[in-house]
């Protein structure tokens, strides 16, 4: 084909060779029936037309005819194409896997998508398939040059729906502004409740213990949000401080307090520890980034900054460890998940993945796929490893917040905040 010619010409193509010697336009004809400019003065040999065209730009690559027996019968015989998706086009097409059938004199029935979701309705491309094979067992194989990965794709005989709703997951109500939930090996879990955002005093931790029971373990907070447990103290983000509280005798102690950063605390959101017990917290700053930073606590309390403000992340959310010295990060302002690595005297920030709405928990399964909460749009996401394709797992939540795992490692907990719920939705 020919590019630079609109938005919407020249269509790609699929065409059929039962014998030798045909041709199929190239280079009279930049696609379809649209004449290359270059050559409309030249009269083209008797043109083989194709058997089906596609969107322009959508950029047709690998495809195979399935013969496999996993697949249901209608898919015999259909040739599935990876479209790779525009590179220049202003509005984003391609992206996705496309099924052309056939019907019993092998003339094209229909195009329809087969397997899409590579590129968000927003236009942020998540990955791009470029080629198909068919593995002995009759499941398919899709390279994706984009993230460099690998998909197999079977069929289990099973109709599911990977956009979940809360309303498929167990829920218990009645929390005041719900932020953060975190969940301890011995079955308790720690719900951390604003109350109402800026009022001093209200804010409180609830405990839940294994069979269920709710009771406080700590109120006359603040603005309470991240949540971690270290050597049996619970670390908490409460607005320009850090508190820790004793999580048998529920006595409380801050820990940090605003004077001890080097910079004035705006909206302290997020905790990760690490596994000697230094304390990373996210500061989200104001709605333009302004104070935003996160901050390395020391166990005896001393507090460094290991990334400023407008230093490539625009308002910090979720942290998670990554390794020695490295986190995650969810960027609240953005979407977009980052890597930092805090070990070397230069904090460097490497851009991993995007369109995750307004990013805020993160968390890790005992499988190490990733699970990254959008409290701006109600979704959860899953990826396999931080640069692959996001895959959406939930909907439908007004504002899920700071997500953890439940203590058998088996479920998602999340607190859908504006909705004063917390909810449990099965991973295994």
């Known amino acids: 084909g020919v590019d630079l010619l609109g938005a919407d010409v020249p269509h790609d193509e699929l065409n059929a060779a039962p014998k030798a010697g045909l041709h199929f336009g190239f280079p009279y004809f930049a696609g379809g029936d649209t004449r290359d400019p270059k050559w409309k003065d030249k009269t083209p040999p008797a043109v083989t ?28 015989g259909s040739a599935v194409i990876a479209q790779h998706g525009s590179w220049n086009r202003k509005v984003p097409v391609g992206y996705q896997l496309v099924r052309v059938t056939f019907d019993a004199q092998h003339q094209v029935k229909e195009t329809k998508p087969f397997i899409d979701g590579w590129l968000s309705a927003e236009g942020e491309v998540w990955g791009r398939p470029n080629d198909v094979l068919q593995l002995p067992d009759g499941s398919l194989l899709v390279s994706d040059d984009y993230n460099g990965v690998i998909y197999r794709v079977s069929y289990d005989g099973k109709a599911q729906n990977a956009k979940t709703s809360p309303t498929e997951a167990n829920t218990l109500s009645g929390f005041v502004m719900p932020e953060s939930v975190f969940a301890t090996p011995d079955g308790v879990t720690y719900v951390s409740e604003i109350g109402e955002f800026g009022k001093l005093g209200d804010g409180k931790i609830t405990r839940i213990a294994a069979d269920g029971t709710r009771s406080p373990l700590a109120d006359g907070l603040n603005d309470p949000k991240g949540l971690d447990v270290f050597d049996g103290q619970l670390y908490v983000a409460d607005m320009d401080r850090v508190v820790r509280i004793d999580t048998q005798s529920g006595t409380q102690t801050v820990f940090a307090a605003a004077s001890a950063f080097p910079q004035k605390p705006v909206f302290l959101n997020d905790i990760e520890i690490d596994g000697v017990g230094n304390v990373y917290v996210s500061d989200s700053g104001d709605d333009h980034g302004n104070g935003a930073g996160i901050f390395k606590i020391s166990s005896t309390g001393k507090v460094t900054q290991v990334l400023k403000a ?53 968390i890790r399964d005992a499988n190490g ?28 939540y007004q504002s899920a917040a700071d997500i953890s795992l439940s203590a058998d490692g088996k479920s998602l907990l999340i607190p859908d905040m504006k909705a004063g719920t917390l909810h449990r939705f099965p991973i295994k």
């Open 49 to 76: 037309k194709p058997v089906a065209e596609f969107q322009a730009h959508s950029a047709n690559l690998g495809f195979k005819f399935y013969t496999g027996k996993q697949f249901p019968a209608e898919y015999l």
């Open 310 to 362: 407008k230093a490539g992340i625009q308002r910090p959310n979720g942290l998670l460890m990554d390794g020695p010295d490295r986190l995650l990060v969810a960027d609240f302002g953005t979407g977009k998940l980052f890597s930092i690595q805090v070990g070397s005297k230069k904090t460097t920030v490497t851009l991993l993945n995007q369109g995750f709405g307004g990013a805020d928990g993160l």
């Open 369 to 396: 796929l990733l699970y990254v909460s959008d409290w701006a749009g109600g979704n959860v996401w899953q990826l396999v490893e931080p640069k692959a394709t996001p895959q959406r797992i939930i909907q439908g």
